[in-house]
C-alpha cells in the first residue's frame, strides 16, 4: 500500500463555519496561503452554494493558491455542484467534492428520500463533477450510523460514476475506534474496486475520539484524513491536523506512513488561526497549548535538565516552536534582527521589516530583554495589519478607588486629529466608548482576552478582542507592555476592520443596484 497519508484541510469550510470561527474572504486567503506553506494536500476552500460571500471567497482561493488541490463542497444536486464548478474555475488542482446522507435516521427525516433516490444522486452528481474535473470525491454523510450494505452499494455506484477518492465520515462523533477500522476494512475488502481509489475518513470530536478514529482509519488502510487547524469545527469539533500530522510522525513505527507536511510550520499556523478568529486554545491542548512542552514539577524538570527525551516524546523545535529563547536588546542591529526572523521561518520584505525593526527597537527599550516569542508577536500583528482609517496618537486614563474610570483619546484620521473623552465601568471600557464616538462606530465588545506572550512582570501583554456592529464581527489584536495600550490598539484595529468591512458591503450592494438597473 501507499505509504503516504494526505492530508485535507477543511479549516476554512467545516472549522469557519462553526459558532465564532466565521472568516472574511480576505482572512480565508491568508490562512489559505499558510495552509500551502504547511504543504497540506487538499484545502477545501468553502461551500459555494452556502452563498455568494463563500462562493468568491473560494474563487479567490483557486485563483491565489496553486500547489495545493482546492477543493469546493456541494450537495448531492445539479446547483450545488454547478457553484462549485463555477468556483473552482481558476484553480490549477481543482476537486468537486460531492456528499449525501447515508444513514437511515437522515434519509428519512432530513433528506426524506428513498435509498433508491439517494443512490441516483449520488450517482448523477458525481458524473456531473466529472465532467469538469478528473478529481472528484464522494462523501456518504453519517457514515458511521449507516448500514455496511448500503454503504457498499452507494461507494460502488459512485466509484463507477468517477469518484476518485471516496470518503467515510463519522459526521456525529458517534463511532469508536475498533468499530471504525472495522468498517474501513468491510468496506475496502466487499468493493470490487477498492483499490483504485483512495479512502478518505472525516471524524468530529463529540466523544473526544476524532482524533483516535482517525488513526484506526490509517491502521485499516485509509489513506487521506480530513482534518482543520486546532480541531475547531462543527459542535466538539474536528480530529485536528496538528495531532494527527505529530501523531503519525512520532508513531511511525506503529503505523509506518508519513506525510508531506512541513511540522515546523505547525505552530505559526496554529497561531494565524486564533489570531484571525480571536479564540485561543486551550493551555493543555496537545501540540500546540502554551503548556505542551511546560514542566513544573521538580522531578519532571529534573527529567528533562538531564535528557529532553525522560518526558518529551516530540522536540519543540519539530513543530516550529522557539525554545532556543533568542534574546535581543535595544543594541541588537537590523542584520541580527532579520537574521533571527529567517531562523524561524519568517521573511518580511525590507518596508514590513522597517515597521517591524522599529517597533523592536520601541520594545526593546522598555523592556531589558526582547524574546523571539516577542518578535514574532510583532510579526503577527504586521502581517495582518488593517488599513489604518484612524490611528492612536495620544490615550490618558484615570482610575482609583472612589472615582469612575475615564480615558481621553486622540485619534488621526484624513479628516486630522480630533480627542473625545469618556467614561465607563473600567479602563478599558472607557477607552472603548471613546473610541467609539470618535470613529462614529456603535462596536459591541463581545470578547476580550489578554495573556503574556513571555514572563516576568515587563512581559509582552498581546490583548485580542472580538467586536461586532449589526451582523459584521471583526478581530483586533495588538501587543505592548503596556496593556491599556494594547487594548486601545486592539479595539481600534478591530474598528479599522470592521469599516472596511462596512464599505465593502455598500460597494457590493452598490455593484447589486447598478446591475439590477442595467438589467432594467
Same mark, same amino acid.
Request: proline share 4%; net charge negative; hydrophobic share 45%.
Given at each position: 500500500?501507499?505509504?503516504?497519508?494526505?492530508?485535507?484541510?477543511? #479549516?476554512?469550510?467545516d472549522?469557519?463555519?462553526?459558532?465564532?470561527f466565521?472568516?472574511?474572504?480576505?482572512?480565508?486567503?491568508?490562512?489559505?496561503?499558510q495552509? %500551502?506553506?504547511?504543504?497540506?494536500?487538499?484545502?477545501?476552500?468553502?461551500f459555494?452554494?452556502?452563498?455568494?460571500?463563500?462562493? =468568491?471567497?473560494v474563487r479567490?482561493?483557486?485563483?491565489?493558491?496553486? =500547489?495545493?488541490?482546492?477543493?469546493?463542497?456541494?450537495?448531492a444536486?445539479?446547483?450545488?455542484?454547478?457553484?462549485?464548478?463555477?468556483?473552482?474555475?481558476?484553480?490549477?488542482?481543482?476537486?468537486?467534492?460531492? !456528499?449525501?446522507?447515508?444513514?437511515?435516521?437522515?434519509?428519512?427525516?432530513?433528506?426524506?428520500?428513498?435509498?433508491d433516490?439517494?443512490?441516483? $444522486?449520488?450517482?448523477?452528481?458525481?458524473?456531473?463533477?466529472?465532467?469538469?474535473?478528473?478529481?472528484? %470525491?464522494?462523501?456518504?454523510?453519517?457514515?458511521?450510523?449507516?448500514?455496511? =450494505? !448500503?454503504? /457498499?452499494?452507494?461507494?460502488?455506484?459512485?466509484?463507477?460514476?468517477?469518484?476518485? &477518492?471516496?470518503?467515510?465520515?463519522d459526521?456525529?462523533?458517534? @463511532? #469508536?475506534?475498533?468499530?471504525?477500522?472495522?468498517?474501513?476494512?468491510?468496506?475496502?475488502?466487499?468493493?470490487?474496486?477498492?483499490?483504485?481509489?483512495?479512502?478518505?475518513?472525516?471524524?468530529?470530536?463529540?466523544?473526544?475520539?476524532?482524533?483516535?478514529?482517525?488513526? $484506526?482509519?490509517?491502521a485499516?488502510?485509509?489513506?487521506?484524513?480530513? /482534518?482543520?487547524?486546532?480541531?475547531?469545527? %462543527?459542535?466538539?469539533?474536528?480530529?485536528?491536523?496538528?495531532?494527527?500530522?505529530?501523531?503519525?510522525? #512520532?508513531?511511525?513505527?506503529?503505523f509506518?506512513?508519513? +506525510?508531506?507536511?512541513?511540522?515546523?510550520?505547525?505552530? *505559526? +499556523?496554529s497561531?494565524?488561526?486564533?489570531?484571525? @478568529?480571536?479564540?485561543?486554545?486551550?493551555?493543555?491542548?496537545?501540540?500546540?497549548?502554551?503548556n505542551?512542552?511546560?514542566?513544573?514539577?521538580?522531578?519532571h524538570?529534573?527529567?528533562?535538565?538531564v535528557?529532553?527525551?525522560?518526558?518529551?516524546?516530540?522536540?519543540?523545535?519539530?513543530?516550529?516552536?522557539? +525554545?532556543?529563547?533568542?534574546?535581543?536588546?535595544?543594541h541588537?542591529?537590523?542584520?541580527?534582527f532579520?537574521?533571527?526572523?529567517?531562523?524561524h521561518?519568517?521573511h518580511?520584505?525590507?518596508?514590513?521589516?522597517a515597521? +517591524?525593526?522599529?517597533?523592536?527597537?520601541?520594545?526593546?527599550? *522598555?523592556k531589558?530583554?526582547?524574546?523571539?516569542?516577542?518578535?514574532?508577536?510583532?510579526?503577527d500583528?504586521e502581517?495582518?495589519?488593517?488599513?489604518?482609517?484612524?490611528?492612536?496618537?495620544? !490615550?490618558?486614563?484615570? #482610575?482609583?478607588?472612589?472615582?469612575p474610570?475615564?480615558?481621553?483619546?486622540?485619534?488621526?484620521?484624513?479628516?486630522?486629529?480630533?480627542?473625545?473623552?469618556?467614561t465607563?465601568?473600567?479602563?478599558?471600557?472607557?477607552l /472603548?466608548?471613546?473610541?467609539?464616538?470618535?470613529?462614529?462606530?456603535?462596536?459591541?465588545?463581545?470578547?476580550?482576552?489578554?495573556?503574556?506572550?513571555t514572563?516576568g &512582570?515587563?512581559?509582552?501583554?498581546?490583548?485580542?478582542?472580538?467586536?461586532?456592529?449589526?451582523?459584521?464581527?471583526?478581530?483586533?489584536? !495588538?501587543?505592548?507592555t503596556d496593556?491599556?495600550? $494594547?487594548?486601545?490598539? $486592539?479595539?481600534?484595529?478591530?474598528?479599522?476592520?470592521?469599516?472596511?468591512?462596512?464599505? *465593502?458591503?455598500?460597494?457590493?450592494?452598490?455593484?447589486?443596484?447598478?446591475?439590477a438597473?442595467?438589467?432594467?
Amino acid at each position: 500500500m501507499d505509504d503516504l497519508v494526505r492530508i485535507f484541510d477543511t #479549516t476554512l469550510r467545516d472549522g469557519e463555519q462553526s459558532p465564532g470561527f466565521s472568516m472574511t474572504p480576505a482572512e480565508k486567503l491568508e490562512l489559505a496561503r499558510q495552509l %500551502e506553506a504547511l504543504r497540506v494536500d487538499v484545502i477545501e476552500a468553502g461551500f459555494p452554494i452556502s452563498s455568494p460571500g463563500d462562493l =468568491e471567497a473560494v474563487r479567490t482561493v483557486a485563483r491565489e493558491v496553486r =500547489e495545493a488541490v482546492i477543493a469546493g463542497l456541494a450537495r448531492a444536486n445539479p446547483k450545488d455542484v454547478e457553484a462549485a464548478v463555477e468556483a473552482l474555475q481558476p484553480a490549477a488542482r481543482p476537486r468537486v467534492h460531492v !456528499f449525501i446522507a447515508t444513514s437511515p435516521i437522515h434519509m428519512e427525516h432530513k433528506l426524506r428520500m428513498t435509498p433508491d433516490e439517494v443512490v441516483a $444522486a449520488a450517482e448523477a452528481a458525481v458524473r456531473q463533477a466529472r465532467q469538469f474535473t478528473d478529481d472528484v %470525491e464522494f462523501s456518504a454523510e453519517d457514515a458511521s450510523r449507516s448500514e455496511v =450494505e !448500503f454503504l /457498499c452499494r452507494i461507494f460502488d455506484v459512485a466509484i463507477r460514476a468517477g469518484a476518485t &477518492t471516496i470518503n467515510v465520515p463519522d459526521t456525529v462523533g458517534y @463511532t #469508536t475506534p475498533p468499530e471504525y477500522a472495522a468498517l474501513i476494512l468491510t468496506l475496502r475488502e466487499r468493493i470490487p474496486a477498492a483499490d483504485k481509489v483512495t479512502w478518505s475518513v472525516h471524524c468530529h470530536n463529540d466523544l473526544g475520539l476524532a482524533v483516535a478514529n482517525s488513526m $484506526a482509519a490509517v491502521a485499516a488502510g485509509a489513506r487521506q484524513i480530513e /482534518c482543520t487547524i486546532n480541531g475547531i469545527g %462543527e459542535r466538539a469539533g474536528n480530529a485536528s491536523l496538528e495531532e494527527i500530522v505529530m501523531a503519525l510522525r #512520532t508513531r511511525r513505527d506503529v503505523f509506518g506512513v508519513r +506525510t508531506n507536511i512541513d511540522t515546523t510550520k505547525l505552530y *505559526r +499556523t496554529s497561531r494565524l488561526l486564533t489570531a484571525i @478568529t480571536g479564540i485561543a486554545v486551550q493551555p493543555n491542548k496537545a501540540v500546540v497549548g502554551e503548556n505542551a512542552f511546560a514542566h513544573e514539577a521538580g522531578i519532571h524538570q529534573h527529567g528533562v535538565l538531564v535528557n529532553r527525551a525522560t518526558y518529551e516524546i516530540m522536540r519543540p523545535e519539530d513543530i516550529g516552536l522557539p +525554545t532556543n529563547r533568542l534574546v535581543l536588546g535595544k543594541h541588537s542591529g537590523r542584520h541580527a534582527f532579520r537574521k533571527a526572523l529567517e531562523d524561524h521561518g519568517v521573511h518580511l520584505d525590507d518596508a514590513a521589516l522597517a515597521r +517591524t525593526f522599529a517597533r523592536f527597537k520601541a520594545l526593546a527599550d *522598555r523592556k531589558k530583554q526582547v524574546a523571539i516569542e516577542d518578535i514574532l508577536a510583532l510579526v503577527d500583528e504586521e502581517v495582518r495589519a488593517a488599513p489604518q482609517r484612524f490611528q492612536l496618537k495620544a !490615550f490618558q486614563v484615570s #482610575t482609583g478607588t472612589g472615582s469612575p474610570p475615564a480615558a481621553t483619546v486622540t485619534l488621526q484620521s484624513e479628516s486630522g486629529e480630533t480627542t473625545e473623552a469618556a467614561t465607563g465601568d473600567g479602563p478599558v471600557d472607557a477607552l /472603548c466608548v471613546a473610541v467609539n464616538r470618535l470613529t462614529g462606530v456603535q462596536a459591541q465588545l463581545m470578547d476580550y482576552a489578554i495573556r503574556a506572550v513571555t514572563g516576568g &512582570t515587563d512581559a509582552l501583554g498581546e490583548v485580542t478582542v472580538r467586536v461586532r456592529e449589526g451582523e459584521t464581527v471583526a478581530v483586533g489584536r !495588538f501587543s505592548s507592555t503596556d496593556v491599556l495600550e $494594547a487594548s486601545v490598539r $486592539a479595539y481600534l484595529d478591530a474598528i479599522n476592520r470592521l469599516l472596511v468591512a462596512r464599505d *465593502r458591503g455598500r460597494s457590493g450592494e452598490a455593484a447589486a443596484h447598478r446591475g439590477a438597473a442595467a438589467w432594467a
